[in-house]
Antibody, heavy 122, light 107 residues
Framework: EVHLVESGGGLVEPGGSLRLSCAAS????????MSWVRQAPGKGLEWVGR??????????DYAVPVKGRFTISRDDSRDTLYLQMSSLKTEDTAVYYC?????????????WGQGTLVTVSS | DIQMTQSPSSLSASVGDRVTITCRAS??????LNWYQQKPGKAPKLLIY???SLQSGVPSRFSGGGSGADFTLTISRLQPEDFATYYC?????????FGQGTKLEIK
């Protein structure tokens, strides 16, 4: 059974930094392309970014609002995904979810963690 | 970026009703379209992928259609557990983008 557990959320001041983690199990993490998706309170879903597998170059893509401030990385030896967030803004306040890409021709997000809440406020 | 626009943004319906939610992409995306259901405080749940393929375990009253730029999610006979928010999402290219959501409420 696939299991994803996000952690590391909390309260941080504007301009601050935070690192989120996502511990994965139940699938071959090293082969998976992994994404972060966030949801601001009372708002819709927003894709944050993605990291490809090491085999596919471990390259990353980011949404425009976070590009240059957020960095996605992975530790395949620990089956863990990371999201390093810096220069945080109040609009980054959200629940952050990690999710593996399906790996199929038509990509989709089948598995989700429970999310971790990041609150950016002074 | 591909913009995804859902309509309506909210919808009131009764148990047993048939409802349809539409999703329009700002450019053609073939069948790279997914639908999710989300209930308050919970993670999204995949319902439909590749525009019309029903995810395993999802009731057959859910169906998806369309291709190119226009898509639909239909619930044939609403059940109490179907009242939730629904999102479409394109996987044609990055950045992946979601529709703004359609909140389905009990009339």
């Amino acid at each position: 059974e696939v299991h994803l557990v996000e952690s590391g959320g909390g309260l941080v001041e504007p301009g601050g930094s935070l690192r989120l983690s996502c511990a994965a199990s139940g699938f071959t993490f090293g082969n998976a392309w992994m994404s972060w998706v966030r949801q601001a309170p009372g708002k819709g879903l927003e894709w944050v970014g993605r990291i490809k597998s090491k085999t596919d170059g471990e390259t990353t893509d980011y949404a425009v609002p976070v590009k240059g401030r957020f960095t996605i990385s992975r530790d395949d030896s620990r089956d863990t995904l990371y999201l390093q967030m810096s220069s945080l803004k109040t609009e980054d306040t959200a629940v952050y979810y990690c999710t593996p890409d399906s790996g199929s021709y038509y990509d989709y997000f089948q598995y989700w963690g429970q999310g971790t809440l990041v609150t950016v406020s002074s | 970026d591909i913009q995804m626009t859902q309509s309506p943004s909210s919808l009131s319906a009764s148990v047993g009703d048939r409802v349809t939610i539409t999703c329009r992409a700002s450019q053609g995306i073939s069948s790279y379209l997914n639908w999710y259901q989300q209930k308050p405080g919970k993670a999204p749940k995949l319902l439909i992928y590749a525009a019309s393929s029903l995810q395993s375990g999802v009731p057959s009253r859910f169906s998806g259609g369309g291709s190119g730029a226009d898509f639909t999610l239909t619930i044939s006979r609403l059940q109490p557990e179907d009242f939730a928010t629904y999102y479409c999402q394109q996987s044609y290219n990055t950045p992946r983008t979601f529709g703004q959501g359609t909140k389905l409420e009990i009339k």
